[in-house]
C-alpha cells in the first residue's frame, strides 16, 4: 500500500520555466512533509521541509504548498534551472516514526 | 547542515562472500538510523530501522539474518550484507536522525554493490 502518491513520473521543462510536483497522503497523523532532491549515484539531499501547521513555505526558489483538507502538498521550483535537472522525492512522517518516500519525479530542465 | 558519510561508496564482490557498509553521522549524534534499498529509477525501499544498543527493527519481507545490522555507537551504524548473491546488487542508503524537533533524516551519499 503506497502511503504518499507522487506525480508525475517524469516532468520536462524549459529553463526559466516552473516546475509543479504534486503528492498525496492519506494518513491524517503524518505531521512533517519533505522534499528531497537526488542526483544520480548519490544519496538524497534535503531541499525543503514543512510541517501542517502552514500553507506555504518559500526558501529561495522552491515553494512548498501544503493544503490540509485535501492531504495534499506540492513542490514548486521557479525558475528552473538544468541544475536542477534530478529525481525528487516526497516524504510523510509522524513525528518520531518512518518516512514514506513518494515514488519519485525525474525533472528535466531543457536549456 | 548535518553530514552523514558511508563507507565504501562502491564495491564489487564475488557471489558468496560477504560485504560491510558502515554509515557514520560526522558532526551529530545518532540514536536512530536507517537502512534503505533503491533500484534504479525506482524509491527508496525501507530495510530496517537501526537504534544505537539494541537489536534493529526490519520491514517485512526483509531477511535479518541476510542484512546483518549493527548500531555500535551513536555515530555509526553497520549493515553486512552475508553470502551475497547477484540479486543482492543494489544501491543501499543510510539515513540518520538527529533526534531534533525537525525529526529530518540525513542521508549518506549511498553504496553501489556489485555481486558478480
Known amino acids: 500500500q503506497q502511503q504518499v502518491k507522487q506525480s508525475p513520473q517524469s516532468l520536462i521543462v524549459q529553463k526559466g520555466g516552473i516546475s509543479i510536483i504534486n503528492c498525496a497522503y492519506e494518513n491524517t497523523a503524518f505531521d512533517y512533509f519533505p522534499w528531497y532532491q537526488q542526483f544520480p549515484g548519490k544519496g538524497p539531499a534535503l531541499l525543503i521541509a514543512i510541517r501542517p501547521d502552514v500553507s506555504e513555505k518559500k526558501e529561495g526558489r522552491f515553494t512548498i504548498s501544503f493544503n490540509k483538507s485535501a492531504k495534499q502538498f506540492s513542490l514548486h521550483i521557479m525558475d528552473s534551472q538544468p541544475g536542477d535537472s534530478a529525481t525528487y522525492f516526497c516524504?510523510?512522517?509522524?513525528?518520531?516514526?518512518?518516512?514514506?518516500f513518494g515514488t519519485g519525479t525525474s525533472l528535466t530542465v531543457i536549456p | 547542515g548535518a553530514v552523514v558519510s558511508q563507507h565504501p561508496s562502491r564495491v564489487i564482490c564475488k557471489s558468496g562472500t560477504s560485504v560491510k557498509i558502515e554509515c557514520r553521522s560526522l558532526d551529530f549524534q545518532a540514536t536512530t538510523m536507517f537502512w534503505y534499498r533503491q533500484f534504479p529509477k525506482k524509491s527508496l525501499m525501507l530495510m530496517a530501522t537501526?537504534?544505537?544498543?539494541?537489536?534493529?527493527?526490519?520491514e517485512q519481507g526483509v531477511e535479518k539474518d541476510k542484512f546483518l545490522i549493527n548500531h555500535a555507537s551513536l555515530t555509526l551504524s553497520t549493515l553486512t550484507v552475508t553470502s551475497a548473491h547477484p540479486e543482492d546488487s543494489s544501491f543501499y542508503i543510510c539515513?540518520?536522525?538527529?533526534?531534533?524537533?525537525?525529526?529530518?533524516?540525513?542521508f549518506g551519499p549511498g553504496t553501489r554493490l556489485l555481486v558478480l
Open positions: 539515513s540518520a536522525n538527529p533526534g531534533t524537533i525537525q525529526e529530518t533524516q540525513y
Open positions: 516524504a510523510a512522517s509522524r513525528t518520531g516514526n518512518q518516512f514514506y
Open positions: 537501526s537504534n544505537e544498543g539494541s537489536k534493529a527493527t526490519y
